[in-house]
């Protein structure tokens, strides 16, 4: 094994070969790859754990997280049929991130990158849930889309809540919706955990951290992925 090791050391073209194809990968696929890779794991963890409720997505953009949630509910329903009972929820503006406070300031979090057709994200849903899955897109900044509540969505549990709104505020009003609905074995989906270099003061990190202490749960982390997305899964629910 050492020797055979030591030759595979010496063959640097195959070296140089990863890595330049490494190097040229545009970030973004390595990040929506991983980014698929574990909405799969997550489908298929609730699955086998039966935890039932809705998919909640906040940031849907040109729909593409969100459609491919559907098709590995869909997919998975072999493992346990009452996936297909449950209802998905796409909310966003769909034309960007709108005003943002000073803090929520970040250069890559701008309205002329996320741009969008709420059409032609509810036909490509369509196509991907192909009659078995029930699902709504609600168009509208988060201050006004989700002040009614979750009940006002007929929505009483969860079973996956995927904040990819990218900031503080945003993921915070997304979190204070869905903070009756959370149970145990909620996996919670966060991306850009780690913007604004890193600081739990403000961002995604902020808005969940607060979420944790206001709802008296106790969280796990369970996956990471991509350029700094995390999963968590409600292990505790105090009443
Ligand atoms: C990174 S994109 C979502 C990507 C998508 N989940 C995917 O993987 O295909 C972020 C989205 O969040 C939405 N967004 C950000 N802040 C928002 C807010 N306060 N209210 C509604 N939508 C918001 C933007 O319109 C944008 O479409």
Not at 2 to 11: D, E, I, M, N, P
Not at 57 to 82: D, M, P, Q, W
Not at 102 to 119: A, G, I, V
Not at 123 to 137: C, T
């Amino acid at each position: 094994m050492a020797t055979q090791f030591g030759f595979l050391s010496k063959l640097e073209f195959l070296q140089d070969w990863a890595s330049v194809l490494l190097a040229g990968l545009n970030p973004a696929i390595i990040h929506n790859l991983e980014k698929y890779h574990v909405l799969k794991k997550v489908h298929y963890l609730s699955s086998v754990e039966d935890v039932s409720g809705d998919y909640l997505e906040f940031g849907v953009f040109t729909g593409s997280s969100f459609c491919h949630s559907i098709r590995c509910c869909r997919k998975l329903a072999y493992l346990n049929k009452k996936n297909l009972n449950t209802k998905f929820y796409g909310f966003d503006s769909f034309s960007g991130f709108g005003t943002l406070s000073d803090d929520d300031k970040h250069p890559f979090y701008t309205d002329e990158n996320f741009e969008t057709s709420l059409k032609a994200v509810e036909q490509r849903a369509k196509r991907a849930a192909k009659n078995d899955i029930e699902f709504k897109l609600v168009p509208g900044f988060f201050n006004e889309s989700l002040k009614g509540g979750a009940l006002e969505f007929g929505i009483e549990r969860s079973r996956i809540i995927f904040i990819d709104s990218d900031t503080y505020s945003s993921a915070n009003d997304a979190l204070t919706f869905c903070a009756p609905t959370v149970q145990e074995g909620t996996f919670i989906v966060l991306d850009d955990y780690f913007s604004y270099r890193g600081s739990e003061s403000r961002g995604v990190a902020r808005a969940f951290n607060e979420f944790v202490a206001q709802c008296n749960i106790k969280v796990r982390q369970v996956f990471s992925y991509g350029m700094g997305g995390v999963v968590y899964i409600v292990s505790e629910k105090k009443q």
